[in-house]
């Protein structure tokens, strides 16, 4: 039977890190009777995993400078209208369109609008190698901004969704007002996910992340979620 990607990334995860059984079992999507949590710091709602039968949550801290496997297994890093020009500038472009000609990937595809007719989405992304194709989005590429010590090259103007890292964000319309939601991205890839009993153990960690959220999200064009609210900005 062939592996899947989250089996293969939390095996090599465990050859570095400890990963707690409940939160391996959690990922590998063993652990069926979990609830979804949520709650609301400053103007986001973050939606957190709750274990009914471990009475706990799954809750998340960064070990930087000691781990940088976001940036060792890169997926893609698509780009915000912001980060085309703050990028660009930090690569010494005069022209954004020089810059996305040179340094990005340009995907394109079809979604169902809200009105049920498909609408062509496009995604600008930044190059994770300089040589990197578009048929290889998507895959695990260790971004070439990264240095030998886990120091990114782009700081601190790297990719909004290199700050919101792990957490994934979208829009709901929400009886006409534009709300805010989050949650955690499980890739088998960080060795920050942890069990706790209380919620409390993260306050800080959303109330630092709930700005950055928030601003990037929207800043961005238009984020979706399946079965949740479309939102065209």
């Given at each position: 039977m062939m592996k899947s990607n989250i089996e293969e990334a939390l095996e090599l995860l465990s050859k570095d890190w400890k990963i707690e059984p409940v939160i391996q079992d959690f990922i590998l999507g063993?652990?069926?009777n979990v609830s979804d949590?949520?709650?609301?710091?400053?103007?986001?709602?973050?939606?957190?995993?709750?274990l009914q039968d471990e009475n706990g949550y799954v809750l998340w801290k960064c070990y930087w400078p000691d781990c940088h496997n976001c940036c060792n297994r890169q997926g893609r890093l698509p780009l915000t209208s912001?980060?085309?020009i703050t990028i660009s500038k930090n690569l010494k472009y005069e022209k954004i369109s020089d810059f996305v000609k040179k340094e990005t990937n340009i995907a394109t595809w079809e979604e169902k609008g809200p009105t049920g007719n498909p609408v062509v989405m496009t995604m600008i992304n930044l190059k994770r190698k300089e040589d990197e194709k578009e048929s290889e989005d998507g895959t695990y590429v260790k971004c070439r901004f990264l240095d030998d010590k886990g120091y990114c090259g782009l700081h601190p103007s790297r990719p909004g969704v290199c700050y919101l890292y792990p957490f994934s964000s979208w829009l709901e319309n929400e009886k006409g007002k534009v709300r805010v939601h989050a949650t955690f991205q499980f890739t088998g890839d960080c060795p920050g996910f942890y069990f706790a009993k209380s919620h409390d153990d993260m306050k800080d960690v959303l109330v630092d992340y709930s700005k950055m959220i928030y601003d990037y999200t929207m800043n961005s064009n238009r984020t979706t979620r399946e079965n949740?609210?479309?939102?065209?900005m």
């Amino acid at each position: 039977m062939m592996k899947s990607n989250i089996e293969e990334a939390l095996e090599l995860l465990s050859k570095d890190w400890k990963i707690e059984p409940v939160i391996q079992d959690f990922i590998l999507g063993k652990k069926t009777n979990v609830s979804d949590f949520q709650i609301k710091v400053n103007d986001v709602i973050f939606h957190i995993p709750y274990l009914q039968d471990e009475n706990g949550y799954v809750l998340w801290k960064c070990y930087w400078p000691d781990c940088h496997n976001c940036c060792n297994r890169q997926g893609r890093l698509p780009l915000t209208s912001n980060d085309l020009i703050t990028i660009s500038k930090n690569l010494k472009y005069e022209k954004i369109s020089d810059f996305v000609k040179k340094e990005t990937n340009i995907a394109t595809w079809e979604e169902k609008g809200p009105t049920g007719n498909p609408v062509v989405m496009t995604m600008i992304n930044l190059k994770r190698k300089e040589d990197e194709k578009e048929s290889e989005d998507g895959t695990y590429v260790k971004c070439r901004f990264l240095d030998d010590k886990g120091y990114c090259g782009l700081h601190p103007s790297r990719p909004g969704v290199c700050y919101l890292y792990p957490f994934s964000s979208w829009l709901e319309n929400e009886k006409g007002k534009v709300r805010v939601h989050a949650t955690f991205q499980f890739t088998g890839d960080c060795p920050g996910f942890y069990f706790a009993k209380s919620h409390d153990d993260m306050k800080d960690v959303l109330v630092d992340y709930s700005k950055m959220i928030y601003d990037y999200t929207m800043n961005s064009n238009r984020t979706t979620r399946e079965n949740f609210g479309y939102v065209s900005m």
